[in-house]
């Protein structure tokens, strides 16, 4: 099954990518590996903005991960063509916009872990990080930047 097959049997429509908000590129391809720039969270063009711990529960922050990872692919299927050029999923870098009390951040991450798992079965298990920030641009809730590797 390809993976555009896939998407449609989970229900997941990909938005068009985001445009840079600043002085970079969406993606980079080199070494066999495609670098993508971190992807805030927003669905349908809006923004979701918030920070875990103070004005949203862990649920709404998993949701922000899961629209991030939702615009990863986006970028790559832009970047590479076809989603089914991803080899493997590597590695997620995964920032929570967050209170100083709030330790959560590996189970908020887990909305765009798990959403790379359901597209690309065991290729996208991946190493992580994911860290609390006090801010985020845009005020945003989740900012999420991963690396894949590439087949030719």
Known sequence: ???D?????????????AAPVAAYVPAVEAGG????????????????????GEDMDLDAGRDAARSCGIMLLAQMKAALGSLDRVARVVK??????????????????????LLMAEVFGDLGKHARSAVGVPSLPLGVAVEVDAVVAVKN
């Open 1 to 3: 099954m390809s993976i």
């Open 5 to 17: 097959q896939r998407l449609a049997e989970l229900g997941i429509t990909l938005p068009e990518p």
């Open 33 to 52: 590996l495609l670098y993508i720039s971190g992807q805030v969270s927003q669905r349908d063009g809006q923004r979701i903005t918030g920070r875990l």
């Open 92 to 113: 997620l870098g995964v920032f929570v916009n967050s209170t100083g009390d709030f330790t959560d951040q590996p189970k908020v991450a887990d909305g765009c872990s």
